[in-house]
């Protein structure tokens, strides 16, 4: 075949497959797009060619695994050898011999835990280790409402606030606390530890920044764990640290891009007992604009005319408050925690927060016990006056009398924090261990002349951590709880035999 014969052969076939390609339908259109674009746009078409070929081959190529297999295939006895060697680590740190020791002789307390409590080997003592500030275990109508609540509702609603577990009693609740403390909205969580643990990672994100007290409690600790923010320490209760640290802050992010920043702090001290100075926070907080998250789990109830916390005790618009977390069990004879603010962070809080949503909701039983003694304090705001008098005669009694132990509470703390004197420390080279066992052995010597007390217990210390992982530790304290089930002279008497244990056992100590 010559050239010529070829070329009549290829127009041959060529003029086949355009009789073949206009019997196809839409060919026509087809082809005065591509005539006209090629006249218009000749580049446009050369593009469009090379797009379609590019698919055709991405369609028709093979597929393949984008993970490269870097890893050693093991056979099947080389993995049950290691799976012999492997020793997974424990969950829990293991209990030291003092531990153990604390453990066996811990009292157990048999009925309520009134002022005068009942302990399983028959002794009746002096409670003062039960957070029962103003006796409210004791009192009948409560009891009676509990009653009623329990017969109307049942145990619990057995399911998350999200789904069926939201029932009237905890939206009256929701209410009540929020016109208690002067907010737009609040919300519910069925337990007090996880409310502050969870209303944290709720906001604070990777990459946000939190600047918070270095006494701050553990939930506040592991709910800034959660968040895997950047953390920022300032020394405990100093403003002057606190402003050091928000202007380095702002400093470091003046070049880079906006990042939510909060405050943490508590309203009372857990670990120290002392007060926070808001109105010198909120003062920060617009200066440097931050957010500020208040943790009120022991100022709540306690602190303030009517017992609204913090905010009526130093007179702060509880508004300039981003969120008030809170606890209604403890002194308040409920159960679970709150967090009060604007509509939208309470909000956010019904879809956000871990232990709102997949938790069940808290029992009616309890919602119900808050309203009523919140409704008690504001009503009856003397309560508060006669604990505070019960307080200041226990004051007496130690702080001042005492040539061992002082106390690091706020005067208008219920919950007293007796830490040993630096002097006391010093003079007979005491460890912390040591400090825990001296203290340890006061509260049994309390116990033997019947009044009940307790340690400050330290936060518990991760596995494997070292001394910069563990940061601020709080000293060793002993707890005392005052209550108004005790008069004036029984609550003189109880903090002569704490007075004298101490002094008993501080000398005894060589």
Not at 4 to 23: M, T, Y
Not at 169 to 181: K, N, Q, Y
Not at 399 to 409: A, L
């Amino acid at each position: 075949m010559d050239l010529r014969d070829a070329q009549g052969w290829l127009v041959d076939v060529l003029d086949q497959v355009s009789v073949q390609f206009q019997k196809v339908p839409g060919s026509a259109i087809f082809l005065r797009y591509v005539k006209s674009s090629y006249q218009n746009d000749p580049v446009r078409s050369a593009v469009e060619l090379f797009l379609f070929l590019f698919a055709v081959r991405y369609l028709l190529a093979p597929t393949y695994s984008t993970q490269k297999k870097s890893h050693v295939t093991l056979s099947d006895e080389e993995v049950d050898e290691l799976v012999e060697e492997w020793t997974p680590e424990p969950l829990l740190t293991p209990q030291t011999a003092f531990e153990e020791a604390d453990n066996e002789k811990r009292p157990v307390i048999v009925g309520p835990t009134g002022p005068k409590s009942k302990l399983s080997n028959g002794r009746t003592v002096t409670n003062l280790a039960s957070y029962n500030f103003y006796n409210f275990v004791s009192n009948e109508s409560l009891k009676e409402k509990a009653i009623q609540t329990l017969r109307t509702y049942g145990v619990g609603p057995c399911s998350p606030p999200g789904f069926y577990g939201t029932q009237d009693v905890h939206m009256r609740t929701e209410a009540d606390i929020a016109t208690h403390l002067g907010t737009p909205a609040c919300i519910l969580y069925a337990h007090a530890f996880s409310t502050i643990s969870s209303v944290i990672p709720a906001f604070c994100k990777r990459g946000d920044i939190i600047v918070a007290d270095k006494a701050v409690n553990y939930a506040i600790r592991k709910g800034i764990q959660i968040s895997r923010s950047t953390i920022r320490w300032y020394e405990h209760n100093d403003p002057g640290d606190m402003q050091r640290v928000m202007e380095k802050v702002v400093k470091e992010q003046a070049k880079k891009p906006l990042t939510r920043r909060f405050i943490i702090t508590e309203g009372l001290f857990e670990t120290v007992g002392d007060m926070v100075d808001l109105p010198k926070i909120i003062e920060l907080k617009h200066r440097y604009k931050f957010r500020l998250i208040l943790d009120e789990t022991w100022s709540f109830g306690v602190l303030g005319r009517t017992g609204r916390g913090i905010t009526e005790h130093q007179n702060v618009d509880a508004t300039e408050v981003d969120g008030i977390v809170g606890s209604l069990a403890g002194g308040l004879c409920g159960g679970g925690g709150f967090c009060a603010g604007s509509e939208e962070v309470v909000e956010h809080q019904r879809i956000s927060a871990a232990a709102y949503t997949y938790s069940a909701a808290m029992p009616a039983m309890l919602a119900s016990m808050a309203s009523e003694t919140l409704a008690i304090l504001q009503t009856t705001p003397d309560l508060l006056v006669q604990v505070r008098e019960n307080i200041k005669t226990m004051w007496a009694q130690l702080d001042p009398r005492s040539d061992w132990v002082r106390c690091t509470s706020s005067i208008e703390n219920p919950i007293m924090i007796l830490v040993l004197k630096p002097e006391v420390i010093a003079s007979k080279s005491l460890s912390v261990d040591d400090q825990e066992r001296l203290l340890q052995d006061a509260v049994d010597e309390t116990l033997a002349n019947g009044v009940l007390i307790t340690r400050l217990k330290r936060m518990p210390r991760p596995i494997n951590a070292t001394a910069k992982d563990i940061g601020w530790d709080s000293q060793p304290a002993l707890k005392i709880c005052i209550t108004l089930g005790l008069s004036r002279k029984e609550t003189e008497r109880a903090g002569v035999t704490i007075r004298h244990a101490i002094t008993k056992v501080v000398k005894g100590r060589k």
